[in-house]
């Protein structure tokens, strides 16, 4: 069975797909499986923001065949850890968890780097390209400690 990583941001067109392709890509597929979804449902079913795909292509990663999706309180079930890009999508995320097991999936990503600090990854979505490259290079810092911590435990 392999470990399933959801990336959770509002759109699941900017941040969450940027952290899934890049997280992807640090992980064997055969042991890890890694998602993404929005709290809100306006871009389901399209694939990721334009920028977005750049910013990724210029950093070697496909994320083309992406495409939104909404988050449901069963990935509570579908996942085994779930990363949040704000504290907004933390609290939008929390309040579908029905017991602690479920909340204790659920983490900001810049945890990772800036523990308890409650940093956000800032959304892109109404700035320009170098936002996008900025939000990868944060991202990227964080995936490469979340790929360690998952590679050692299995
Ligand atoms: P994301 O950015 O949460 O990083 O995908 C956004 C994309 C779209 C919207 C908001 C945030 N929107 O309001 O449509």
């Known amino acids: ?10 759109g699941n067109i900017c941040r ?12 064997p597929k055969n042991d890890f499986l890694v998602d993404s979804a929005g709290t809100g449902h306006w871009h389901v079913g399209n694939p990721p923001d334009k920028r977005s795909i750049l910013t990724a292509e210029k950093n070697g990663i496909d994320i083309t065949n992406q495409r939104g999706k909404l988050f449901k309180p ?14 907004n ?3 939008d ?19 990772e780097l800036f523990p308890g600090e409650n940093v956000d990854v800032p ?6 390209q170098s936002n996008f490259d900025q939000v990868f290079e944060m991202l990227d810092e964080a995936c490469d400690s979340i790929a360690n911590k998952l590679l050692e435990k299995k």
Do not use: W
């Open 74 to 87: 069963s990935f509570f079930k579908e996942y085994d850890y779930i990363y949040v890009m704000d504290t």
């Open 16 to 27: 969450s797909p940027l952290a899934e392709g890049i997280l992807a890509s640090k992980l």
């Open 1 to 10: 069975m392999p470990t399933r990583i959801l990336m959770v941001c509002l």
């Open 123 to 128: 959304d892109p979505y109404h700035g320009i």
């Open 93 to 111: 995320v929390i309040k579908m968890a029905k017991n602690e097991d479920e909340k204790m999936k659920v983490q900001l990503i810049l945890d």
């Open 89 to 91: 999508n933390y609290a």
